[in-house]
Antibody, heavy 122, light 108 residues
Framework: EVQLVQSGAEVKKPGQSLRISCQGS????????INWVRQMPGRGLEWMGD????????NYSPSFRGHVTFSVDKTVNTAYLRWSSLEASDTAMYYC????????????????WGQGTMVIVS | EIVMTQSAATLSFSLGERATLSCRAA??????VAWYQQKPGQAPRLLIY???TRATGIPARFSGSGSGTEFTLIISSLQSEDSAVYYC??????????FGGGTRVEIK
């Protein structure tokens, strides 16, 4: 089964650091970009950026650039989202999602999603 | 960034009714639009990509149309399990992907 499994919920204090994870299985992890999406409580979806697991090339949405860092460890098929200094406004559900791949086509839509990691900063 | 507007925050339909959801892009995005369904407590699920192509395993009652700046998701005969929030997303301007604000579909 193709799936992304995310790490569990976190409760942190402002100023603390945090890294959450997203492990892929059932497919060739290096061949599919991983995206990160934020959903604040009761709100919609916000694209944070993406990372190419094959070479760790990253793109960040301007809204998140400089505040979060994406990384991957191909040896364990895992992508990471890291904060060095959390703020209360980081309280949200965070999803990782796999970019859809169709041969000879480009679609930055997301076909497989993790179950989400809830981050509470208080 | 391109703003995606889903003007209806909530829509109510009866079981079996045809549901039409709209999404407007502030600039032309070609056919590079996807639709997602999100039920409470769950991750989003991809329904449609390339404006009109159903994703793997999506029932035929879901269809998408549109190009340029106007897009539509249609649920041909609403089922109880279709109660959810639906989001459109443009991916024409990667890496500046944006979602609409979402439309909640309620069953009367």
């Amino acid at each position: 089964e193709v799936q992304l499994v995310q790490s569990g919920a976190e409760v942190k204090k402002p100023g603390q650091s945090l890294r959450i994870s997203c492990q892929g299985s059932g497919y060739s992890f290096s061949n599919y970009w991983i995206n990160w999406v934020r959903q604040m409580p009761g709100r919609g979806l916000e694209w944070m950026g993406d990372i190419d697991p094959s070479d760790s090339y990253t793109n960040y949405s301007p809204s998140f650039r400089g505040h979060v860092t994406f990384s991957v460890d191909k040896t364990v098929n895992t992508a990471y989202l890291r904060w060095s200094s959390l703020e209360a406004s980081d309280t949200a559900m965070y999803y990782c999602a796999r970019k859809l791949v169709i041969p000879r086509e480009q679609h930055n839509a997301f076909d497989i999603w993790g179950q989400g990691t809830m981050v509470i900063v208080s | 960034e391109i703003v995606m507007t889903q003007s209806a925050a909530t829509l109510s339909f009866s079981l079996g009714e045809r549901a039409t959801l709209s999404c407007r892009a502030a600039e032309t995005v070609g056919s590079n639009v996807a639709w997602y369904q999100q039920k409470p407590g769950q991750a989003p699920r991809l329904l449609i990509y390339s404006a009109s192509t159903r994703a793997t395993g999506i029932p035929a009652r879901f269809s998408g149309s549109g190009s340029g700046t106007e897009f539509t998701l249609i649920i041909s005969s609403l089922q109880s399990e279709d109660s959810a929030v639906y989001y459109c997303q443009q991916y024409d301007r990667w890496p500046a992907l944006t979602f609409g604000g979402g439309t909640r579909v309620e069953i009367k």
